[in-house]
C-alpha cells in the first residue's frame, strides 16, 4: 500500500508561491549563469530589481553596495600609493576586484551601526596593508622556500609539489586554508594554489572569506581590533611574540579608522592574548590540594582575561560559575563569556575588597601576581600595570589614589 503524504508536496508547492511573491519580476535558473541585465541574488536566482540587486547580489549589475561607498577610489589607491612603483601588486590588488570579490560577502561591512562598518573596514584594511607591504606583494617573501604542508590534515591532504605559502591580501596559508577556501570559492585550492597569486578577484574572495570566517565576528561583536590581531596570526605576533608588528597593525587601523572618520573602539592592542605564553609546558598542579585534584591530561595555565591558573582556581572558579573546570579547563580559552566570568570571579574573591578599601593599585598587583612581580622581583611588570592604571583612570577622568606600586 502506498501512502500519500500531503505535507511532503505542499512544502515545495508552498515555497515556489511565497518565492514568486518576494520576487515577482522574472525568475530564471538556480545557482545563476543570469542573462546580461539581470543579477544573480543571494539565493542563486537570477531576476532584476531590488530583491536581486540590492542586499546579497552576487553578480550581474549588482546596485552599489554600502563598502563601495565607503572603499572610493581615494581610500582605495591612497592605500597602494606608499608602495613602490615597481611592486608586482600595485597592478594587481585594484578596487574593481575588490568590490567584485565583495559580492560573495554581503556581510563584511554592513553588520550594525554605521560606525561598526567603518571599524571593520579600517581594520580588514590595516591586515591587508601589513601582510601586503601596502599591496606590494602578492606572494610571501620567500614562500616557496617554507612549509605550509599539516601532514595530518587528512580533510585537506597536501598535493606533491605544491606550496601552500602566503599569497593574496590576506596572504593565504596552509593547505587546510587553501583546501576549505577553494571548497567555498569555487576552485581547487589544494591543487592550484597559485591561482590566489593569478586571479586577483579570487584573490581578494581568500582575503574575504578567511575575514569573514576568522575575524568578522571578533570584530563586529566589538571584542576589539587586538582580538583580530590573534586571529589572523597570533602564535607569530601576540604573547610579546613580535611587539613591532602588533604595533605596526594597530598603526594602520588607527590611521584608517580617522580617514573614515570613526573611533577605533577599544581594545586595539591589549586583548591580544587568550592563553598564556608556553603555558602547556608549565605544571600548575598543586598535588597537596585534595579538594580540587588535578585530572590527567589537563593543564591549568593561564587562560582568559585575568589569566586563570592552578587546579585549586580552576575547580572553585567552576563550581562557582557552572563548569567542569577540572575535566574542562580549556573552556575558559573557548567560550568568551565564561572566560570573562573566571576574570571577574577572580576579582571580586581577591581584588575587589583591596580597591574599595582603597588599600591602593598596588595590592591588587599583589593580589593578582605578587611572588613573582612584588618586592623588587619583576618592576618591568609592576611599571607595565601601573601605566595602564594610570591610562584608564586618567580616560575615565578620576585620580587613581595611592599606594599603586607594590
Known amino acids: 500500500m502506498v501512502c500519500f503524504s500531503a505535507t511532503k508536496y505542499l512544502l ?10 518576494i520576487y515577482p519580476h522574472k525568475v530564471s535558473g538556480q545557482n ?7 543579477c544573480c541574488n543571494q539565493y542563486g536566482y537570477c531576476g532584476t530589481g531590488n530583491g536581486y540587486c540590492g542586499k546579497g547580489c552576487r553578480s550581474g549589475r549588482c546596485y552599489a553596495s554600502p563598502v563601495s561607498v565607503i572603499v572610493t577610489d581615494s581610500f582605495f589607491n591612497g592605500i597602494a600609493e606608499k608602495a613602490d612603483g615597481k611592486c608586482p601588486g600595485k597592478r594587481f590588488y585594484t578596487r574593481a576586484a575588490f568590490l567584485q570579490a565583495l559580492r560573495a560577502y554581503p556581510q563584511f561591512g554592513t553588520t550594525g551601526s554605521a560606525d561598526d562598518s567603518k571599524r571593520e573596514i579600517a581594520a580588514f584594511f590595516a591586515h591587508v596593508t601589513h601582510e601586503t607591504g601596502h599591496f606590494c606583494y602578492i606572494e610571501e617573501i620567500n614562500g616557496p622556500s617554507k612549509d605550509y604542508c599539516d601532514e595530518n590534515n587528512r580533510e585537506y591532504p597536501c598535493a606533491q609539489g605544491k606550496g601552500y605559502y602566503g599569497r593574496g591580501p590576506i596572504q593565504l596559508s596552509w593547505n587546510y586554508n587553501y583546501g576549505a577556501a ?9 591543487n592550484n594554489p597559485q591561482i590566489v597569486a593569478a586571479n586577483n578577484v579570487v584573490s581578494f574572495k581568500t582575503g574575504l572569506w578567511f575575514w569573514m570566517n576568522q575575524c568578522h565576528d571578533i570584530i563586529t561583536s566589538k571584542q576589539g581590533f587586538g582580538a583580530t590581531i590573534r586571529a589572523v596570526n597570533g602564535p607569530l605576533e601576540c604573547d610579546g611574540a613580535n611587539p613591532n608588528t602588533v604595533n605596526a597593525r594597530v598603526k594602520y587601523y588607527i590611521e584608517y579608522c580617522d580617514k573614515l572618520g570613526v573611533h577605533p573602539g577599544n581594545n586595539i592592542r591589549y586583548f591580544c592574548y ?3 605564553i ?14 580540587y585534584p588535578c585530572t590527567q591530561g589537563k ?11 592552578w587546579n585549586y582556581n580552576y575547580g572553585a572558579a567552576g563550581k562557582s560559575i557552572g563548569f567542569n573546570g577540572l575535566n574542562n579547563p580549556q573552556i575558559v580559552a573557548a567560550n568568551n563569556v565564561v572566560s570573562f566570568k573566571t576574570g571577574l570571579w577572580f576579582w571580586m574573591n581577591q581584588c575587589h575588597d583591596i580597591i574599595t578599601s582603597k588599600q591602593g593599585f598596588g595590592a591588587t598587583i599583589r593580589a593578582v601576581n605578587g611572588p613573582l612581580e612584588c618586592d623588587g622581583a619583576n618592576p618591568n611588570t609592576v611599571n607595565a600595570r601601573v601605566k595602564y592604571y594610570r591610562e584608564y583612570c586618567d580616560k575615565l ?6 599606594n599603586i606600586r607594590c
Open 12 to 21: 515545495p508547492i508552498t515555497l515556489t508561491i511565497i518565492l514568486a511573491g
Open 32 to 38: 545563476c549563469g543570469c542573462a546580461p541585465q539581470q
Open 182 to 190: 577553494g571548497k567555498s570559492i569555487g576552485f581547487d585550492g589544494l
Open 274 to 276: 587568550i592563553e598564556e
Open 278 to 291: 608556553n603555558g602547556p609546558s608549565k605544571d600548575y598542579c598543586d598535588e597537596n590540594n585534595r579538594e
Open 299 to 309: 593543564g591549568y595555565y593561564g587562560r582568559g582575561p585575568i589569566q586563570l591558573s
Open 397 to 402: 577622568g578620576v585620580h587613581p589614589g595611592n
